[in-house]
């Protein structure tokens, strides 16, 4: 079968490509095609010999705005990557250094994201993850054959979460495999709440989601609402557990299980707080982790005082456990 691709432009700055590309090589992305004008100033302004002609095309480069390009599936993982793309860039422009990125302006196919976000929907279907979830996007109807699962309904907005990526599905496969009644869970970097509630679906006795962007927090009280989770159930909190320890201490301790489904960096970055939000014996779930970054997490957490449990992999992405 031919794959249809789509095609992503992102609008920055020359000094921020190459972290621009190291971060979205994190989220899956494979292959760039950048636009540099300082670069082709500099070209410009230091050739060697004598050019009798330069093409017209390659002229209008000085001209252009930096940009990098890349392609993504045109299916349900590459819709899924482009909601983390999206996350991604939304943490950006929020952040303290947010004017080295430029705009960030995202087109895709030449066409603004707003009206694919009209199509994306399309991709998201019910699915059913480990032995008892049913995934069920918001307006799908439940097949008649999956109606002895437990189902888990979610409506991600613009926030990463819908499981369909691997990561998420691999997360809470290995969540399902240590919850127990009862458990306290933090879900960091929580994009649509999948993984909280999940594990409240599962039986755990509530469950406290956290994210840097103010929409995911927003998508995650609604998914918590119509899994009929009350509030007294479930927390949510936005900011930056990195930098803010005021929001630290909001979050609290002696939780049983943390998931985090984010990127390497950041889970690296974090390393050395989660042990402080743990019981003794909690368990650690991190995902997100293109398979080639897995040994460099997993030796940081082991740094950190962490015992690997087990590591899934699917399709270049892996998962671990650790406690």
Same mark, same amino acid.
């Given at each position: 079968? *031919? !794959? *249809?691709?789509? %095609?992503?432009?992102?609008?920055? %700055?020359?000094?921020? &490509? $190459?972290? !621009?590309c190291a971060m979205l090589t994190d989220l899956g992305v494979k292959g760039f095609v950048t636009q540099d004008k300082e670069s082709f100033q500099e070209f410009l302004e230091n050739k060697q010999g004598q050019w009798d002609y330069i093409d017209q095309d390659l002229m209008g480069l000085a001209d252009c705005q930096t940009s990098v390009t890349f392609y993504l599936p045109d299916d349900a993982q590459g819709a899924e990557q482009m909601l983390a793309v999206k996350n991604l860039l939304e943490q950006l422009k929020i952040a303290e250094n947010a004017g080295f990125f430029g705009s960030l302006e995202l087109f895709?196919?030449?066409?603004?994201?707003?009206d694919w976000a009209n199509n994306w929907k399309?991709?998201?279907?019910? !699915?059913?993850?480990?032995? =008892?979830?049913?995934?069920?996007? +918001?307006?799908? $109807?439940?097949? $008649?054959?999956? =109606?002895?699962?437990?189902? @888990?309904?979610?409506?991600?907005a613009s926030s990463f979460g819908t499981g369909q990526h691997h990561t998420t599905r691999l997360c809470l496969e290995l969540l399902e495999e240590v919850i127990q009644k009862q458990d306290k869970i933090l879900d960091l970097g929580c994009g649509s709440?999948?993984? +909280? /509630?999940?594990?409240? &679906? @599962?039986?755990? %006795?509530?469950?406290?989601?956290?994210?840097?962007?103010? =929409?995911s927090v927003r998508t995650a009280v609604e998914n918590a609402g119509k899994n009929h989770i009350p509030p007294e159930q479930y927390r949510v909190y936005c900011g930056d557990i990195c930098q803010d320890s005021g929001l630290r201490e909001k979050i609290g301790g002696d939780y049983n299980l943390i998931c985090a489904n984010i990127v390497a960096d950041v889970l690296i970055a974090m390393a050395g707080l989660f042990r402080g939000f743990l019981k003794p014996d909690?368990?650690? /779930?991190?995902s997100g982790i293109i398979s080639e970054r897995a040994d460099e997490v997993i030796s940081v957490l082991e740094q950190n005082g962490f015992v690997k449990i087990k590591m899934q992999e699917r399709d270049g992405w892996a998962a671990v456990l650790l406690n």
């Open positions: 079968m *031919n !794959l *249809n691709w789509i %095609e992503v432009k992102i609008m920055t %700055e020359t000094p921020a &490509l $190459e972290i !621009l895709t196919n030449s066409v603004k994201e707003d399309q991709y998201f279907k019910p !699915l059913p993850v480990g032995k =008892n979830l049913l995934i069920k996007p +918001s307006w799908e $109807e439940i097949p $008649e054959e999956q =109606n002895q699962r437990i189902i @888990l309904e979610i409506d991600p709440g999948i993984l +909280s /509630i999940g594990g409240i &679906l @599962l039986g755990a %006795e509530s469950a406290t989601a956290v994210d840097i962007v103010e =929409n909690g368990y650690l /779930i991190v």
